[in-house]
């Protein structure tokens, strides 16, 4: 991708465009704008900065632009620009379809569909072509599918000129929530803050057996929760926490699945959850913070099960602590970047009490950052007008494939709302699981992790909150456990071969197998594709109930994680049979899985206490009995 010259300027513009509209910034200098006017100027300069910087091929060079690309780019500039200038007024000719408009709309949407290619790849492409098709002869389709009939030329206006097409919702957010937000995670990682967090977490966890992987975890963790992108924080932090784990002892598929794990763990984490928290709130409108609350236990849970997973690995393998040596002292590191914990207070701060919206939110946070960056600094490297622009910049580019997964949530939202088959799809999904929720909630977390191969957080739930969720609230699940279910399973194509990009960007930095790696994955993150179901079936871990059903709950739950991850690495304090692994696994599930979902008659934990009393006394017996035939 080239980042030079006009094409940079380009990147730059959207950014400051954006920024502009999140500050408000138009309205003060006295510009007012329909909002589908904002989202188109930003449209006209993202369209030509795909074309100009993407090749239609891969191979083709970055250094030469072909005709047909500037070609491109000319027209989806004038196509978008028009509609920007023009929108008050044929906004309102839907009906009558004039000339102009559906010419501007047929040149937005083709240009779209292949800057949806060029950026993010076929699946999501064909996906949206397959919804342009199903609007068309959807009123031929017998059944539960069959939509109602719409000719070419308006659906082609509607989706274009309609505030529920291109220029909709998922736009609006993308445009100016989202960029906002990657602008924040980029200024921090000019600022060195990827560098501290990976530090900090060196001196917390690194002086523990397995203390490498602990930092992966941690620092990932930390950097992930606030970054829109699992491959960008992958590679942010994996240079630095990748090399450490494979020298301590891990395997490369090992160190390279704890670090793709860590990293999407990272965006189902609070408080910023790579921007999905605030586009939940949204789509469910609901404050801000319920989402967080509800979003809480389960990520923790997350990375409990993680850290004791990596754990349990360094005890099997002998896997000793961090060096001394390797490890930075507190006193310099505090001193040097003492001020980081503050954007993230403020950020906080501006959505729990001061009520700002999260684009200004995400703009408090960063003039903190840049205050902060300019004044002090970390370890001697000031923040300058050089790494500004560079944030700007990268910003720009950045936000391309969320910006065409915004467009590509729009289209299908058009076609479902003109043709009727929104309706339908959700019934038919009821339908397909027999009304069953548990078959119907397997059918839709496989569904999510094939639609959500290969995009970036913001775009897995955006496509997926608008196809799937809808079904699985039509069954009777509360529209939060809804949602958060689709991002989990969503988050986890990030590990789930074939396209776990997680897994193997990560693999790449390893240099493991990509495919072994991502297998690994699946092993190190199980958690993830369980609690789901879990936590539909117990609205406990969603902080819905009383104070002591939710401690217990969670208690209960941390026990089962405990167990289920000694069955899966086969070690608690000596090397496990089959047999006994089983026994592990079924423990833990007795604590995991509520009791209503089972109905055995006798309380799961009253089982799983029994059992795990009994085979964890056991392990801790047998090796003792070795230890003293030894002697």
Not at 116 to 125: A, D, E, I, S, Y
Not at 153 to 168: E, I, S
Not at 420 to 440: A, D, K, P, T
Not at 561 to 588: D, H, K, P, Y
């Amino acid at each position: 991708m080239a980042k030079t010259g006009f094409v940079a300027g380009l990147a730059f513009v959207l950014t400051t465009g954006s920024i502009a509209w999140a500050s408000d910034l138009f309205r003060q200098f006295g510009l007012l704008l329909y909002t589908e006017q904002y989202l188109g100027g930003i449209v006209a300069l993202a369209l030509p900065l795909i074309f100009l910087s993407i090749r239609a091929a891969k191979s083709a060079p970055l250094h030469r632009i072909p005709w047909y690309d500037w070609l491109a780019a000319g027209l989806g500039f004038g196509a978008c620009v028009f509609i920007a200038v023009r929108y008050p007024v044929l906004a309102e000719l839907v009906a009558e379809r004039p000339v102009p408009g559906l010419i501007s709309g047929s040149i937005l949407l083709l240009l779209m569909i292949e800057g949806l290619r060029r950026t993010v790849g076929m699946v999501l492409t064909l996906l949206v072509v397959f919804f342009i098709v199903m609007a068309l002869f959807g009123h031929t389709i017998p059944g539960t599918l069959a939509g109602r009939k719409v000719e070419w030329q308006t659906l082609l206006y509607y989706l274009a000129w309609d505030p529920t097409g291109v220029l909709g919702f998922p736009m609006k957010v993308v445009t100016t929530i989202v960029v906002a937000f990657v602008f924040f995670g980029q200024v921090l990682l000019k600022s060195g803050g990827s560098q501290f967090f990976t530090e900090i977490s060196m001196i917390l966890v690194g002086r523990y057996r397995g203390g490498q992987a602990k930092i992966a975890v941690t620092a990932s963790g930390f950097f992930g929760s606030i970054s829109g992108s699992v491959v960008s924080n992958v590679v942010t932090t994996g240079v630095i926490t990748i090399p450490l784990m494979r020298n301590a002892g891990y395997r490369r598929d090992q160190a390279g699945a704890i670090e793709a794990v860590a990293s999407t763990g990272g965006q189902l984490m609070p408080p910023i959850m790579g921007a999905a928290a605030f586009l939940m709130a949204e789509f469910l409108e609901i404050p801000y913070k319920e989402v967080v609350l509800a979003a809480l236990i389960p990520a923790v849970l997350y990375y409990v099960a993680l850290f004791v997973l990596a754990d349990l690995e360094a005890a099997r393998s002998g896997i000793a602590r961090v060096k001394d040596e390797d490890i930075p002292d507190l006193v310099p590191v505090l001193k040097s970047g003492w001020y980081f914990p503050i954007p993230f207070a403020a950020l906080i701060g501006a959505l729990f009490w001061l009520n700002f919206q999260p684009e200004m939110a995400a703009m408090l946070g960063t003039a903190v950052i840049i205050f902060n960056g300019v004044v002090f600094g970390y370890k001697g490297k000031r923040l300058n007008i050089k790494d500004m622009i560079e944030a700007v910049r990268d910003t720009g580019f950045a936000v391309l494939d969320i910006i065409m997964i915004g467009a590509a949530a729009g289209i299908v939202i058009g076609t479902l709302s003109i043709s009727g088959i929104g309706f339908g799809l959700s019934l038919f999904l009821v339908e397909l699981g027999g009304g069953n929720i548990v078959v119907l909630l397997i059918i839709s977390a496989l569904i999510c992790i094939v639609l959500g191969m290969g995009m970036p957080t913001v775009g897995v739930y955006l496509l997926l909150a608008t196809l799937i969720a809808p079904s699985l609230i039509e069954v009777g699940i509360s529209a939060m456990a809804a949602h958060l279910f689709i991002l989990y399973f969503g988050m986890m194509s990030m590990i789930t071969p074939p396209v776990a990009i997680a897994a193997f960007a990560a693999a790449t930095l390893s240099g493991a197998n990509a495919m072994k790696t991502g297998f690994e994955a699946m092993r190190f993150g199980w958690f993830a594709y369980l609690v789901p179901f879990i936590f539909v079936a117990s609205p406990e871990l969603l902080m819905e109930g009383d104070a002591v059903s939710i401690l217990l709950t969670v208690l209960a739950a941390c026990i089962g994680v405990w167990l289920v991850s000694i069955a899966i690495i086969g070690f608690l304090v000596q090397e496990m049979n089959a047999v006994v692994r089983i026994l592990f696994l079924i423990t833990g599930l007795a604590f995991l899985i509520p009791e209503k979902a089972i109905g055995m008659g006798v309380p799961n934990d009253i089982v799983g206490i029994v059992l795990g009393v009994v085979l964890v006394t056991n392990e801790y017996l047998k090796r003792r009995r070795g230890a003293v035939l030894k002697t």
